[in-house]
């Protein structure tokens, strides 16, 4: 039988850590919404979500209640909308009433974020995929809840030169439609290398063609109990030697990790079994995920800082990353029936609050963040950059980072705002999960003849596994 | 059987049991374990208890519970029990 220890210690988890469920996405395959018709689409989607989604809210906030752990976000991912608007769109404004479908959807369900404002375009693009790339900027422009995505390469395919190239502009273009808002249009658009079919966390999810009608994803959360473990961990140590300060070793640092992203990720499991069975939906994915926010004691960059590094971003946090973040996974796994998604620590600049100190403080730059995303899920994310950055050199990053992703057989990212308006020694505010940023410098020589030369970088040799 | 685990934390008030179990005979809630301890000061104690006869829903009794917490000043909390033995039992 449970005993008090043990739920003192989940309350507490709960209440003073921030453990949390950070997201019950439900994938909607829009597949069978597809018509020749641009009106009969909408209102097929329309339909569509409504009705799979109707309960979905309050099943999340009953199931929130019954347990005593706060479900933060309730959200829906789509198939990638390029796949269902094919037919019907014949020029980027087509997309956009297709976006305000959507949009509507997910304000008369009661979810925060629709993901899957989507196209896969990792070996080459259809048209229907340009019309769709094209209309991002109006979309995000003209919608509050839409967040868009497009997967430019592949370990398998390689990366699609022509797609990168044309995000660059994308982005600009967002950030120019959005400029009255600090370019937010940006913090809703994300540039993927090999993107997860399953992923519940936004800006990045959508419902890949390999998945079932509809189903259930769990993104976990909890940095700031993977935190507190590993302070506890020290004082213990410094308490036995009788000294003021404490180290644990790794072996000790790692078990602590893994048993602490165990407990965390069985929470997953639980709520992800139970909001399947109650809306009758079958459970896709745990994602095992470090997810920080702006909140004071949410952040993965407090961790990095446990485990010893001054700010992120001092010589040794790429290894204090890459230890991190693989022993969440190996505690995790064990945890729950299935994992999947982008599993692993995030770093986003702008909504974590240790991670903004690490740049005020000079101690973090773009370039070490590069190097730290070799060794974790994603990407660069939320990184404010200033406003006239051209769109050749947003190319270059996009084309940096999907490089790493597609060696290295992982899912990386680019989720960058060029604030239009802004420059280094500025910061911008988004509120809420977005946090704010201080604009972070780029490095200022040009990448235009590199990715203007178009076409495509072939596969890695290691992709050839057949 | 549905199980859920009653947490009382906060200063030691006299009659605190008292209210909480009362609560549950009334409402046909069987106790089936307590048990209790101070943690820095505070006064934790848990119930593990029975809601299968109960005459009311799971949420009613979570917020009235709430609220005969808030009245007495301590915090009085109501979850299912599978929360704990999923983090805690394998």
């Given amino acids: ?466 | 059987m549905t199980r859920a685990i009653i947490t009382v934390v906060g200063k030691d008030t006299v009659g605190i049991i008292a209210k909480v179990c009362t609560y549950l005979a009334d409402n046909q809630i069987n106790i089936l374990d307590i048990s209790q301890t101070i943690v820095q000061e505070f006064f934790n104690m848990m119930m593990i208890v029975d809601l299968t006869k109960s005459v009311k829903a799971f949420d009613q009794i979570s917020s009235e519970l709430d609220k005969i917490g808030k009245d007495t000043g301590v915090q009085v909390k109501c979850q299912l029990e599978d929360i704990f033995d999923k983090m805690h039992r394998i």
């Fill in chain 1, 1 to 466: 039988m449970i005993n008090l220890q043990e739920v003192i210690e989940t309350n507490k988890m709960i209440e003073q850590e921030n453990l949390d469920v950070r997201t019950i996405t439900m994938g909607i395959s829009l597949l069978d919404c597809a018509d020749h018709d641009l009106k009969v689409t909408c209102d097929k989607i329309y339909k569509k979500i409504t009705t799979l989604a109707r309960d979905l809210v309050q099943t999340g906030e009953d199931i929130a209640k019954e347990f005593g752990i706060p479900i933060v976000n309730k959200r829906i991912s789509i198939t990638p909308i390029s796949l269902v608007g094919g037919a019907c769109c014949r020029i980027p404004g087509d997309y956009v009433q297709i976006a305000k479908t959507l949009d509507r959807a997910a304000k008369d369900v009661g979810v925060n974020i629709l993901g899957g404002y989507s196209a896969i375009v990792s070996k080459g693009m259809t048209q229907s995929d340009e019309l769709l790339i094209r209309s991002i900027p109006m979309a995000l422009a003209a919608t509050e809840r839409i967040c868009s995505s497009v997967n430019v390469g592949s370990t398998k395919t390689g990366i699609n030169m022509d797609a990168v190239r044309l995000m660059g502009d994308i982005i600009r273009q967002t950030a120019e439609a959005t400029k009255d808002r600090d370019s937010v249009g940006c913090t809703k658009l994300v540039v993927l290398c090999n993107a997860p079919d399953d992923n519940p966390f936004m800006a990045g999810a959508f419902h890949g063609v390999s998945e079932a009608d509809a189903i259930i994803n769990v993104g976990v959360s909890g940095p700031g109990v993977v935190k507190y473990a590993l302070e506890q961990m020290d004082e213990s140590i410094a308490r036995k030697n009788r000294s003021a300060q404490g180290l644990a070793n790794f072996e000790l640092l790692c078990e602590t990790i893994k048993r602490t992203a165990f407990k965390i990720t069985r929470v997953g499991q639980l709520v992800a079994q139970e909001a399947s069975r109650r809306l009758g939906v079958p459970f896709g994915i745990i994602d095992l995920s470090l997810a920080p926010t702006p909140a004071i004691g949410d952040s993965v960059a407090d961790i990095l800082k446990c485990i010893g590094v001054e700010h992120p971003g001092a010589p040794g946090t790429t290894a204090a990353l890459a230890m991190l973040n693989d022993q969440v996974k190996k505690g995790g796994v064990m945890a729950s029936s299935y994992v999947g998604g982008l599993s692993g620590a995030f770093i986003p600049v702008s909504e974590d609050q240790g991670m903004i100190d690490a740049v005020e403080a000079g101690a973090l730059t773009i370039e070490k963040l590069e190097a730290m995303t070799c060794v974790c899920s994603v990407g660069l994310d939320m990184i404010a950059i200033p406003g006239d950055t051209p769109a050749t050199t947003i190319a270059g990053i996009i084309a940096d980072e999907s490089a790493i992703g597609m060696v290295n057989q992982k899912t990386t990212a680019v989720r960058i705002i060029p604030v239009i308006g802004k420059n280094v020694g500025d910061t911008v505010e988004y509120g809420g999960l977005f946090g704010h940023a201080p604009i972070m410098p780029v490095n200022t020589f040009s990448s235009q003849r590199f990715v203007d030369r178009g076409g495509r970088i072939p596969a890695p040799i290691h992709s050839f596994k057949n």
